[in-house]
């Protein structure tokens, strides 16, 4: 069975960096993209860095020239670095992959992870 499990978040205060990582096992031999969501107390789930099969990368407007999205085929790992946190990136961050199940498109997703950014 696919599973990802997200580690790396933590306390961290503004201006810092975090790197989080996600470690994807199972197999998945066709995804449409990979990437990362997160979702802060009362607020609606949003994307924050998506990477393609291609490779194409793509950033909420809020993270971009911050946050950088890879992909370690070697260590089968989804990445995300975070730096220049602000305490408005504070959520829970969630590992997804968008990929075909059946024939159809299927989401997976992480357990999350917790990242707090507050001095």
Not at 38 to 45: D, F, I, L, S, V
């Amino acid at each position: 069975q696919v599973q990802l499990v997200e580690s790396g978040g933590g306390l961290v205060q503004p201006g810092g960096s975090l790197t989080i990582s996600c470690a994807v096992s199972g197999s998945i031999f066709t995804f449409y993209s990979m990437g990362w969501y997160r979702q802060a107390p009362g607020k609606q789930r949003e994307s924050v860095a998506i990477i393609t099969s291609g490779g194409s990368t793509n950033y909420a407007d809020s993270v971009k020239g911050r946050f950088t999205i890879s992909r370690d085929n070697a260590k089968n790992t989804v990445d995300l670095q975070m730096n220049s946190l602000k305490p408005e990136d504070t959520a829970v961050y969630y590992c997804n992959v968008h990929t075909l199940r059946l024939g159809l498109p299927y989401y997976y997703w992480g357990q999350g992870t917790q990242v707090t950014v507050s001095s």
